[in-house]
C-alpha cells in the first residue's frame, strides 16, 4: 500500500530503453519516499503497461501527464495530482548512486533554496540559441540569470512552485523548449529571489567529471532523444 509521506520523488518518464533496469535501481535507492513516475506522452501501449506492472511491483505510482510538455509535466502533474512539502524532479535518464542520495536532497530543500544537482555557469552556455532565448524572454519576461540548472533535475518546495505564476499557462511543446527549462528555472529562482543550491557544484566547462562518471549522488545517462 502506497503511504502518503511529506516528500515525493517525481520522475519524467517517456520511451526509456532502460526502463526496467532504471526502475529497479530506484526501489533500491528511493529511501522512506514516495516515488511518481509521469508518462509524458509516450504513446506505446505496451511501454505505459510494463511501467504500469513494473509500478506496481515497488508500490510507485504510475500517473499519465494531462499534456506532453517534456519533463515539465511531472512538474505540473505532481502539483495537481499530488500534493506533497518537497518534491524532487528528475529525469529518466538520471541513476541514483547510494541508498541515502535522497535523504541528502530533501534535507536541504527549503523554502526560497531550491536543490539542484548540478549548475552550469552562464558564461559558458547562454542559451543554446536564439529560440532558447526568445523561449525566455516570451514566457517570463527575462532572461536573466546567474547559473543553469542542469537536466533540469532541481528539488523545491510545494510553497516556492505555487508562487511562481508564470508556470500556470506554460506549455513545453519541443526540445528546444525543453532545453530552454535549465534556464527558465535559473530565471525565474532568481526572479523570486530564491536561491539554490547546488549539492555537486558546477559543472565543469567540458563536462568531464560528468562524462567519466565522477559525481557521488548520480549517474548520468545520455539518450539522445527528440
Not at 542542469?150 to 510545494?158: D, K, Q, S, V
Amino acid at each position: 500500500m502506497i503511504k502518503t509521506k511529506k516528500e515525493m520523488i517525481v520522475i519524467s518518464n517517456n520511451n526509456s530503453p532502460s526502463i526496467e533496469s532504471f526502475l529497479e535501481r530506484m526501489n533500491e535507492c528511493r529511501g522512506n519516499y514516495d516515488v511518481l513516475l509521469v508518462d509524458t506522452h509516450s504513446n506505446n501501449e505496451d511501454y505505459e503497461n510494463l511501467c504500469i506492472e513494473e509500478c506496481k511491483k515497488y508500490d510507485f505510482i504510475w500517473k499519465k501527464s494531462d499534456s506532453p510538455d517534456y519533463d515539465f509535466s511531472g512538474i505540473k502533474t505532481a502539483m495537481k495530482y499530488f500534493p506533497r512539502e518537497k518534491y524532487w524532479f528528475q529525469q529518466d535518464t538520471l541513476i541514483p548512486k547510494s541508498s541515502d542520495c535522497y535523504d541528502k536532497i530533501f534535507k536541504e530543500i527549503k523554502d526560497n533554496t531550491p536543490v539542484s544537482w548540478l549548475g552550469f555557469e552562464r558564461k559558458v552556455s547562454p542559451f543554446d540559441n536564439e529560440d532558447s532565448l526568445q523561449f525566455c524572454l516570451d514566457n517570463f519576461n527575462s532572461s536573466d540569470y546567474d547559473t543553469g540548472i542542469f537536466g533540469p533535475n532541481f528539488g523545491i518546495t510545494r510553497d516556492d512552485v505555487s508562487r511562481i505564476k508564470e508556470i500556470d499557462n506554460l506549455y513545453v511543446t519541443n526540445k528546444i523548449e525543453q532545453s530552454s527549462m535549465e534556464r527558465g528555472w535559473a530565471i525565474l529562482f532568481k526572479k523570486y529571489n530564491m536561491t539554490p543550491k547546488y549539492m555537486e557544484g558546477i559543472l565543469t566547462p567540458d563536462w568531464t567529471t560528468l562524462h567519466d562518471d565522477g559525481y557521488t549522488l548520480f549517474s548520468k545517462k545520455f539518450l539522445h532523444r527528440v
